[in-house]
């Protein structure tokens, strides 16, 4: 039987757990963590076999990196290739539910939740992870290693640069640009183009300093494993 690691003992490895259940997925489950005291325990009853290195040891096993943070997520990426792996050893999660159309396409490594839509047009890159209730409309882009947090709507045509964060229940105006490794705050409202690194928040959502940002980067995303 073909076997599955998630890499990240994370709360959305126990999201996609759940997923993997309600789906009578048939592949022999384990979770990879590099935190040392995490081997040989369990998560949501899926052993933890312990750090990366692990991979080595199952080498035919399907990969799905399930940590919260685009960057790190894209670290883990980039540390499994000195390993060896190669991309195709990467599965795609999306929930039974949600209905992919003929004209989007999902890349290697993504992982789409419970509520998710796709209308028609829609392009998501490698490692992007798209939590519950995310709606993405024609002509959308959304580059990898993105995060789309829990009811985030966008609007036709916007461009969601590599690895940037949109917060829960934000909403993006059609046709904008979200810089790459942007990050936009829970419920705000983005009506024009946000340029790469910056944080913006609000209704409207405007930029915040960069001091501002700075000091937010240590209080809300350090570690952020979600």
Same mark, same amino acid.
Not at 54 to 65: E, I, W
Not at 93 to 100: E, F, K
């Given at each position: 039987?073909?076997?599955?690691?998630?890499?990240?003992?994370?709360?959305? +490895?126990?999201?996609?757990?759940?997923?993997?259940?309600?789906?009578?997925? $048939?592949?022999?489950?384990?979770?990879?963590?590099?935190?040392?005291? &995490?081997? !040989?325990?369990?998560?949501?009853?899926?052993?933890?076999?312990?750090?990366?290195?692990?991979?080595?040891?199952?080498? *035919?096993?399907?990969?799905?990196?399930?940590?919260?943070?685009?960057?790190?997520?894209?670290?883990?990426?980039?540390?499994?290739?000195? &390993?060896?792996? *190669?991309?195709?050893?990467?599965? *795609?999660?999306?929930?039974?539910?949600?209905?992919?159309?003929?004209?989007?396409?999902?890349? +290697?490594?993504?992982? &789409?939740?419970?509520?998710?839509?796709?209308?028609?047009?829609?392009?998501?890159?490698?490692?992007?992870?798209? @939590?519950?209730?995310? *709606?993405?409309?024609?002509?959308?882009?959304?580059?990898?290693?993105?995060?789309?947090?829990?009811?985030?709507?966008?609007?036709?045509?916007?461009?969601? !640069?590599?690895?940037?964060?949109?917060? @829960?229940?934000?909403?993006?105006?059609?046709?904008?640009?979200?810089?790459?490794?942007?990050?936009?705050? @829970?419920?705000? %409202?983005?009506?024009?183009?946000?340029? $790469?690194?910056?944080?913006?928040?609000?209704?409207?959502?405007?930029? @915040?300093?960069? %001091?501002?940002?700075?000091?937010?980067?240590?209080?809300?995303?350090?570690?952020?494993?979600?």
């Amino acid at each position: 039987m073909r076997e599955l690691l998630l890499i990240g003992a994370s709360g959305l +490895a126990r999201e996609v757990l759940s997923v993997l259940r309600g789906n009578d997925d $048939p592949h022999v489950v384990y979770v990879v963590d590099d935190q040392a005291e &995490l081997a !040989g325990t369990a998560l949501d009853g899926v052993l933890i076999v312990g750090g990366l290195s692990q991979v080595a040891y199952h080498p *035919t096993a399907d990969l799905l990196v399930c940590v919260g943070s685009g960057a790190a997520r894209a670290d883990l990426v980039a540390r499994l290739a000195d &390993l060896g792996v *190669t991309p195709d050893r990467y599965t *795609t999660l999306i929930h039974p539910a949600v209905g992919v159309p003929d004209s989007c396409h999902v890349g +290697a490594g993504s992982i &789409l939740l419970s509520g998710v839509v796709l209308t028609t047009d829609v392009q998501l890159g490698e490692h992007v992870v798209v @939590m519950p209730n995310v *709606t993405l409309t024609h002509g959308n882009r959304v580059g990898s290693f993105a995060t789309l947090c829990a009811g985030v709507a966008v609007g036709g045509d916007v461009h969601v !640069g590599r690895g940037a964060y949109i917060g @829960m229940n934000a909403s993006i105006r059609e046709g904008t640009l979200i810089g790459a490794a942007a990050v936009i705050g @829970m419920g705000a %409202a983005v009506l024009v183009d946000v340029a $790469p690194h910056e944080t913006w928040v609000g209704v409207p959502a405007q930029r @915040m300093p960069a %001091a501002a940002q700075l000091s937010r980067a240590g209080a809300d995303f350090r570690g952020r494993r979600g």
